[in-house]
Nanobody
Framework: QVQLVESGGGLVQPGGSLRLSCACSGTTFRIFTMEWYRQAPGKQRDLVATITSAETTVYAGSVKGRFTISRDNDKNTVYLQMNSLKPEDTAVYYC???????WGQGTQVTVSS
């Protein structure tokens, strides 16, 4: 079973940046399509970004142009670079393996002055 561990969340001011990391266990990471989701209080869990094994990327319209998803297969890690952060980006961010039941524990991102 795949284990996912997110890190990098925290408190940041509006306009600031954070980089989230998700470390994935096992030897099959390189063939996975990986995703970042987020869930704000009282709201559903929404897809933020996706990156395939071929490094094709897609983004939610709310983050396009501000966030960048990337991966390092040698480190079994997927990243989410978050720039120009807004208060509405505040949420718990989760790493996910596409078409699977494998989720990370989540990392809290709070954007506030």
């Amino acid at each position: 079973q795949v284990q996912l561990v997110e890190s990098g969340g925290g408190l940041v001011q509006p306009g600031g940046s954070l980089r989230l990391s998700c470390a994935c266990s096992g030897t099959t990471f390189r063939i996975f399509t990986m995703e970042w989701y987020r869930q704000a209080p009282g709201k559903q869990r929404d897809l933020v970004a996706t990156i395939t094994s071929a490094e094709t990327t897609v983004y939610a319209g709310s983050v396009k142009g501000r966030f960048t998803i990337s991966r390092d297969n040698d480190k079994n890690t997927v990243y989410l670079q978050m720039n120009s952060l807004k208060p509405e980006d505040t949420a718990v961010y989760y790493c996910h393996v596409f078409r699977s039941s494998f989720w990370g524990q989540g990392t809290q991102v709070t954007v506030s002055s």
